[in-house]
Antibody
Framework: QVQLQESGPGLVKPSQTLSLTCTVS??????????WSWIRQPAGKGLEWIGR???????NYNPSLKSRVTISVDTSKNQFSLKLSSVTAADTAVYYC?????????????WGQGTMVTVSS | QSVLTQPPSASGTPGQRVTISCSGS????????VYWYQQLPGTAPKLLIY???QRPSGVPDRFSGSKSGTSASLAISGLRSEDEADYYC?????????FGGGTKLTVL
């Protein structure tokens, strides 16, 4: 059974870069049947799609974050990562990694448990 | 401001049928599948409906989805207390993921 687990610092200072990693277990990230995404949720608010990566390395980003976001994949470690630069308090949120199955549904069928990131000095 | 529009709240009594609407545009709902996610308090979202009206294995048939034009709906029949959660619609807009703002369902 495939599982996703986010990891990274829970506290980031303003203007610095937020870095998170999602580790995929129980399956290979190199499978061509999935996109790997990052999604965030500020406290008490809705979900915001940040971006996605395919195992080839091709990416798509939310236009509102595109200038600050980089998503990368490390197939040797079965991980993909998020970097968000120049963070502000508005970037404080629970960050989820999720898998989108693309052979049939394009749905986010598996999610990580989420990791809380606070931007504060 | 979310790309897809949902009512912020909905409610019903046990056994009732409730519906939650989701409105989008021709570039997302109008030309792509709609998905619904259920988020119980303190947990990650869970896929409830995919491809407009398909249920993943394990999702009760009390949950159903539909789509017409640039709008979609989630219906929950035989409402139960454990259905109290936040519900999000989602779609792809070209290669970008878009979500609704979420609807908090209260079971009275």
């Amino acid at each position: 059974q495939v599982q996703l687990q986010e990891s990274g610092p829970g506290l980031v200072k303003p203007s610095q870069t937020l870095s998170l990693t999602c580790t995929v277990s129980g399956g290979s990230i190199s499978s061509g049947s999935y996109y790997w995404s990052w999604i965030r949720q500020p406290a008490g608010k809705g979900l915001e799609w940040i971006g996605r990566i395919y195992t080839s390395g091709s990416t798509n980003y939310n236009p509102s974050l595109k200038s600050r976001v980089t998503i990368s994949v490390d197939t040797s470690k079965n991980q993909f990562s998020l970097k968000l630069s120049s963070v502000t308090a508005a970037d404080t949120a629970v960050y989820y990694c999720a898998r989108a199955e693309i052979s049939v549904s394009y749905a986010f069928d598996i999610w990580g448990q989420g990791t809380m990131v606070t931007v504060s000095s | 401001q979310s790309v897809l529009t949902q009512p912020p709240s909905a409610s019903g009594t046990p056994g009732q049928r409730v519906t939650i609407s989701c409105s989008g545009s021709s570039s997302n709902i109008g030309s792509n599948y709609v998905y619904w996610y259920q988020q119980l308090p303190g947990t990650a979202p869970k896929l409830l409906i995919y491809r407009n009206n398909q249920r993943p294995s394990g999702v009760p048939d009390r949950f159903s989805g539909s789509k017409s034009g640039t709008s979609a709906s989630l219906a929950i029949s035989g409402l139960r207390s454990e259905d109290e959660a936040d519900y999000y619609c989602a779609a792809w807009d070209d290669s970008l993921g878009v979500f609704g703002g979420g609807t908090k369902l209260t079971v009275l």
